[in-house]
């Protein structure tokens, strides 16, 4: 058995990982890739996922300097539910 090496993380947890990283106030998408611990690819597949659900929405942030659009992320009410009602159970199962 090797060890040092760590799981990979589940659907589920690449999820919520994101989920609190938007609600720790990371908005913009290499925030939230960092925090999260994320590939690029992944972090894309990841974000839209959670928006198709309702967990979160994009906001195109316009920057009046130049002609570009800086899309950030902010946490439905739908999405914070989901977090607390997962830290709920969390607690309830005492899980490390």
């Keep these: 058995m090797l060890t040092g090496?760590?799981?990979?993380?589940?659907?589920?947890?690449?999820y919520l990982t994101v989920l609190?990283?938007?609600k720790n106030g990371n908005e913009k998408q290499t925030r939230i890739m960092y925090e999260s611990n994320l590939s690029w690819i992944t972090l894309k597949?990841?974000?839209s996922s959670l928006e198709i659900q309702g967990l979160i929405e994009e906001?195109?942030?316009s920057e009046s300097r130049d002609k570009r659009t800086i899309k950030i992320y902010r946490i439905t009410t739908k999405?914070?539910?989901?977090l607390k009602h997962f830290h709920q159970t969390e607690k309830l199962l005492k899980i490390d």
């Design 5 to 14: 090496l760590k799981a990979r993380r589940s659907r589920l947890e690449l």
């Design 45 to 47: 597949d990841v974000l």
């Design 20 to 22: 609190k990283a938007i």
């Design 79 to 82: 999405g914070d539910h989901l």
């Design 59 to 61: 906001i195109e942030m």
